[in-house]
């Protein structure tokens, strides 16, 4: 059965991670996306499979992908409806990875 990894992954990270899976014999197809939480840069890496590589895969990318502390704005909310923007640190980074069945893969 052949397999469609579709891994999310920071724009930060997915240099090293598109290049470390194509030298694992991958194919990788990478888009740009935006995350909907900071509103930051990712890659969306979609890469076709046999299923049984489908952990090799994933180690490469977790092996590429790491995370790391952001310190970023946030809104704070006072009873007498002020806001304030007050530093919040936010655990950013590390990948996102979904796989879906897939039932025809061709490479032409």
Same mark, same amino acid.
Do not use: W
């Given at each position: &059965?052949?397999k469609?990894?579709?891994a999310? /992954?920071? *724009?930060?990270? =997915? @240099?090293?991670?598109?290049?470390?899976?194509?030298k !694992? #014999?991958? =194919?990788?197809?990478?888009?740009a996306?935006?995350? !909907?939480?900071l509103? =930051? #840069? *990712? @890659?969306? &890496?979609?890469? #076709?499979?046999?299923?049984?590589?489908?952990?090799?895969a994933?180690?490469?990318? !977790?092996?590429?992908?790491?995370?790391? *502390?952001? &310190?970023?704005?946030?809104?704070?909310?006072?009873?007498a409806?002020?806001?304030? *923007?007050?530093?919040?640190? +936010?655990? +950013?980074? !590390?990948?996102?990875?979904? /796989?879906?069945?897939?039932?025809?893969?061709?490479k032409?």
């Open positions: &059965m052949q469609l990894i579709i999310i /992954v920071s *724009n930060e990270d =997915s @240099t090293a991670a598109s290049r470390a899976l194509t !694992g #014999g991958f =194919s990788v197809t990478r888009l996306t935006t995350g !909907g939480f509103l =930051s #840069g *990712n @890659t969306t &890496m979609l890469v #076709g499979t046999d299923a049984d590589r489908v952990d090799e994933i180690h490469i990318i !977790g092996e590429n992908s790491c995370k790391r *502390n952001k &310190m970023v704005s946030g809104n704070t909310s006072f009873n409806g002020m806001y304030a *923007n007050v530093p919040v640190q +936010v655990t +950013v980074g !590390g990948a996102t990875i979904f /796989v879906i069945d897939v039932e025809r893969y061709e032409l």
